[in-house]
């Protein structure tokens, strides 16, 4: 089994930024791909980036493209998502997944419980 247990989240206002982390734990070398789900308030849960095991292949979701940054150290079993230019809209609870494949569906095999962040107008 593989645990992830997300942290960094908050409140910040708009315009600021914020990074969030993910650990891993558990059977790591199951790990392949890593990426980032979020969920706001009465909305169903978007895909918002996704990387590769070597970290050399990130995707983003056109709403956050420019703004956020994915990253991986697979020394430290941690990955990360840096927030930039926050906007109202990106209020959600973050989630951390990962799958032992190399492709992200909407149902990767593990999840983190999440890390609330709320961006202030």
């Known amino acids: 089994q593989v645990q992830l247990v997300e942290s960094g989240g908050g409140l910040v206002q708009a315009g600021g930024s914020l990074r969030l982390s993910c650990a891993a734990s558990g059977r790591t070398a199951d790990i392949s791909i890593m990426g980032w789900f979020r969920q706001a308030p009465g909305k169903g849960r978007e895909f918002v980036a996704r990387?590769?095991?070597?970290?050399?292949?990130?995707y983003y979701a056109d709403s956050v493209k420019g703004r956020f940054t994915i990253s991986r150290d697979n020394a430290k079993n941690t990955m990360y998502l840096e927030m930039g230019s926050l906007q109202p809209e990106d209020t959600a609870v973050y989630f951390c997944?990962?799958?032992?494949?190399?492709?992200?569906?909407?149902?990767?095999?593990?999840w983190g419980q999440g890390t609330q962040v709320t961006v202030s107008s």
């Open positions: 990387i590769s095991r070597s970290g050399g292949s990130t």
């Open positions: 997944v990962a799958d032992p494949t190399r492709i992200l569906t909407s149902q990767p095999s593990y």
